[in-house]
């Protein structure tokens, strides 16, 4: 089959960065083109794009795509000499999300906002681009809101990150307000985005409710992977429903690394096949014994499934407990230290029983 640009281009708009099969092939084709033809900047762009979102599928690994994104933000540059296409200006609104900088992320959200305004204010899909610019911006201020205090400092004041949020979230709203027949998972996402940037947990459990609702492959569990990356912000305000998708992911990542089956969990703890599934989905909670059966099979401290890679314990959360601990690490100050370890592991095991 006759790869043509036309093609790859009509493949470009619906693009939707999930299953990886139809990813890899899209990916092949962009390169089978760029091999046996003239450079082609558009072309080039959509295969960044797409190699972009198959790692950001794949891994959510914010570094590394947004390494990857960098060469199409030479396409700001060039639009200072040229007009740049509709599909480019599509390219750099989608990539907003991984700007090297915060100063190329405002740099960019000007220069395409200019450029809607002026040659494509009348294009029928506008809008799309200008809901796609601000839905892009909305994760990456997330990502510069919550950021350790010195790569904030770096990415931008806290006001201005806020005020960038406020007006694209507005955006968005009016957009989507006045066009109904957009894809609504992406409303879901925005509301999802709002409930993490202003830590409100009803606004995430809706936009949950709403991916588990019309849940596909790929939706439900790109959803999940933002409530991982910033749930522990909501620290008292955090949801039953939200514990039990941190709890469910939290297990089911630690099986599939370890390599075990459903059915030897189930012939370990008496929880069935049907109801891990159901479990480490969020769609039904975990208890706190099936945890302790957990915690003894993959030979963790149940405090992983509480934490993750945190790794804190549960026990500094029972003050007498941890006082007890305490008196006798110093009734074994001592002792050998294997000896006194011994002992207090002793004591904590006893506590779960």
Known sequence: MMVTKQMLIDEFWTYEGGNAKDIDARIKRAKYYLANNDYDSEIESILIMMQVGKVSYKTNDFETCRKMAMPAFDLLKEAKNRTLSYVEITVLAKLNEYAPT?????????????????RYKHEEKHNNVKWMVSGNILPRLIKAKFSPDNIRKAEGKLSEINGMFKRHLAVNKHVFAKNPHLDPRYEAFVKLWEGIFYLNANLIDESMEWFRQNERKTWYPHAEDELIMYYSLLEDDITKSQLDIVTGHLVKTLREAKGIAKEDVEKYTGISEELISLKETGKRGFTRTDLRK??????????????????????????????????????????????????VDMVKKLTEL
């Open 102 to 118: 915060f100063e190329v992320l405002k740099t960019c959200e000007k220069i395409v906002l200019e450029l809607l305004e002026t």
């Open 294 to 343: 957990l915690a003894s099979f993959f030979e963790v401290d149940i405090s992983y499934f509480y934490y993750g890679n945190k790794e804190k314990p549960v026990y500094d959360e029972d003050e007498e407990l941890e006082n007890l601990l305490n008196q006798i690490r110093e009734m074994l100050k001592d002792a050998p230290d294997k000896t006194r370890d011994i002992v």
